[in-house]
């Protein structure tokens, strides 16, 4: 009777271990899930790494399909910071494809990325556009031969967009018209018509028929889209601007956005070298992951020795242990009773903070204001400032006496940070993009408290 039950508790660790081995690989869908969600939350560094690991994963598995769909996702994440790169990589996943084909839409889309990618490259080094217009118009021809109409769209699109960057204008105006002229499904073609006028109209403006410019930026409907709204109003004021002959205005209005674009792609280079030095400390961390793995297996041996030791003497003495375990389960029902009641206490106190804001007239008006413009009084500051003194303990109140430096604009970005507000809300409180907001989150946590882990956000900043 011992020896079986040993055997069965042997046989059991053994499969526990496999089972669990098991679960914790990851797999490259997985590795892709998890890099756009680190993404969507601003972890860039988490992000590529993690469709680094997809590609790895994908090639040892075989799996082709995720193998070029991690590719086009790391070019994507890439493309602003290293459009050099991104090609690299948008080429590699059309080898990837054309060696293992499979449904013909992802060709076309593959093929559009590279020639996008390509004329970044060919723009920024004042190159000839000879390999985006090749990819680009692969792209076309297969979409025309396999009537996908949306992808014909999205392909003309593209050429527009090389020809205006060539600057030959009236081609990109008639491959913009021909894609205008596409009877898609569902009005927009899932937001290819407002890319395809916004190119025919840029297109008009570098003509300067600025009728027919004005007319289809008017047919622009941006919707959420606080960027896409930005181009048409800033578009439509040149034209105004343009036809009073107010040249100057909109030179100094174009060399004001020329100067933060500059800035931009200062902090785009900047990033690719952080991004380097991350190359260099992911080799490090595969090999101590090689390690780990074999100090893994051996503890794993170990623990099975130790169990099978402790498994006789247990049941040597099992009375003993009965009367130990009895004790060390009420002990485990009083610390878990303490937990819960701690957990209530917890949750009482969050509730009441919730209640109290909740309530504040404020709180009411940035609740109920949607996707609109929201107005704060400096009144109307003040009273949430104070009702989060209040119920935190005067955390804001510390923090402007431990960071006297900070400006009044970060003071408010950290108040709208803590209440939770998403950052398309705050981009409505400040007329600016979400991803504006984004970049004033990353500023003012490593500039104001010097915090350079890109995988820590602002909320826990402020949390700790």
């Not at 059991?12 to 680190?38: K, S």
């Not at 569902?186 to 025919?200: A, E």
């Not at 389960?329 to 957990?343: F, I, N, Y």
């Not at 917890?346 to 204001?369: C, Y």
């Amino acid at each position: 009777m011992l020896t079986r039950t040993l055997y069965i508790f042997i046989i059991g660790v053994l499969l526990t271990a496999c089972g669990q081995q098991q679960t914790d690989t990851p797999t490259a869908a997985r590795c892709i899930e998890e890099a756009e969600a680190a993404l969507a939350d601003d972890s860039i560094r988490q992000g590529e790494t993690l469709l680094r690991k997809a590609i790895q994963l994908s090639e040892a598995t075989e799996d082709w399909h995720t193998n070029y769909i991690a590719h086009q996702r790391l070019a994507e994440a890439l493309s602003q910071s290293n459009p050099e790169e991104a090609l690299r990589l948008m080429k590699q996943a059309l080898t990837v494809y054309e060696q293992h084909p499979d449904d013909e839409r992802n060709h076309v889309m593959l093929l559009d990325y590279a020639g996008t990618y390509a004329a970044q490259v060919a723009f920024t080094k004042e190159g000839p556009y000879d390999e985006a217009l090749d990819f680009t118009l692969r792209a076309y021809d297969i979409a025309r031969k396999g009537q996908m109409t949306d992808l014909v769209c999205q392909t003309l699109t593209s050429l527009a967009n090389i020809s205006w960057a060539k600057e030959d204008y009236r081609q990109a105006v008639d491959y913009a018209r021909q894609a205008e002229s596409l009877p898609l499904q569902g009005g927009d073609g899932g937001g290819l018509r407002p890319g395809t006028l916004q190119v025919l109209a840029r297109s008009y403006l570098s003509l300067n028929m600025l009728d027919s410019a004005e007319t289809v930026y008017r047919q622009i409907e941006p919707g959420d889209d606080v960027h896409m709204a930005y181009i048409v109003q800033s578009n439509l004021a040149k034209i105004a601007l343009r036809r009073i002959g107010a040249t100057q205005v909109e030179d100094s209005v174009a060399e004001a956005f020329a100067q933060v674009e500059d800035f931009y792609y200062k902090a785009l280079e900047q990033k690719d070298e952080y991004y380097q030095e991350t190359l260099r400390q992911e080799m490090e961390n595969q090999q101590l992951e090689y390690r780990s793995q074999t100090y893994r297996r051996t503890l794993l041996m170990t623990i099975v020795a130790s169990l099978i030791v402790i498994l006789a003497i247990a049941l040597l003495i099992r009375n003993r242990m009965h009367i130990q375990e009895q004790e060390k389960r009420q002990l485990q029902q009083e610390a878990e009773h303490q937990k819960t009641l701690l957990h209530q206490s917890n949750e009482v106190v969050a509730f009441l903070q919730s209640f109290i804001l909740e309530r504040t007239e404020v709180i009411k008006k940035l609740n109920q204001s949607g996707d609109s413009l929201i107005t704060l009084s400096l009144h109307e500051w003040s009273e949430i400032e104070r009702t989060l003194n209040a119920i935190d303990n005067n955390r804001f109140a510390h923090l402007r006496e431990q960071y006297p430096d900070m400006t009044e604009d970060d003071i408010r970005l950290c108040i709208l940070t803590r209440l939770g507000l998403s950052n398309r809300t705050i981009g409505n409180i400040y007329c600016i993009t979400v991803s504006a907001v984004q970049h004033r989150k990353l500023k003012l946590k490593k500039d104001v408290f010097g915090e350079t882990n890109p995988d820590v956000t602002l909320e826990q900043v402020l949390k700790s």
